[in-house]
């Protein structure tokens, strides 16, 4: 029902910036929260981001709070992470994710709260 396609991570040194993207189809975007999640090697798949469907509310995990940003754009179906002062700790896949159902006034910030995953992009943050 809903195809999630990542772009945007790639290689960067430490201090840097990356901005990934995610293009949604099959469902209207903007009556439905978006996700981002990211996996290290050896590590559970952690949250990243979540954004509402009003495109009001915002939350983040500790560790990327004040670095990282998330918005949409329901124009464009797309939904962004823009992340800042990228740490050798930020080195995972990242995932945006699309719940199955939409929920006024709550935003899922679970994985399994989530059913619709992209492919994944890699973002490797070198020392």
């Known amino acids: 029902q809903v195809q999630l396609v990542e772009s945007g991570g790639g290689l960067v040194q430490a201090g840097g910036s990356l901005r990934l993207s995610c293009l949604a189809s099959?469902?209207?975007?903007?009556?439905?929260?978006m996700g981002w999640f990211r996996q290290a090697p050896g590590k559970e798949r952690e949250f990243v981001a979540a954004?509402?469907?009003?495109?009001?509310?915002?939350y983040y995990t500790d560790s990327v709070k004040g670095r990282f940003t998330i918005s949409r754009d329901n124009a464009k179906n797309t939904v962004y992470l823009q992340m800042n002062s990228l740490k050798p700790e930020d080195t995972a896949i990242y995932y945006c994710?699309?719940?199955?159902?939409?929920?006024?006034?709550?935003?899922?910030?679970?994985?399994?709260?989530?059913?619709?995953w992209g492919q994944g992009t890699q973002v490797t943050v070198s020392s």
């Open positions: 994710a699309a719940p199955a159902s939409s929920r006024y006034g709550y935003t899922p910030r679970t994985g399994p709260e989530y059913y619709y």
């Open positions: 099959g469902r209207t975007f903007s009556h439905y929260a």
């Open positions: 954004i509402s469907w009003s495109d009001t509310s915002t």
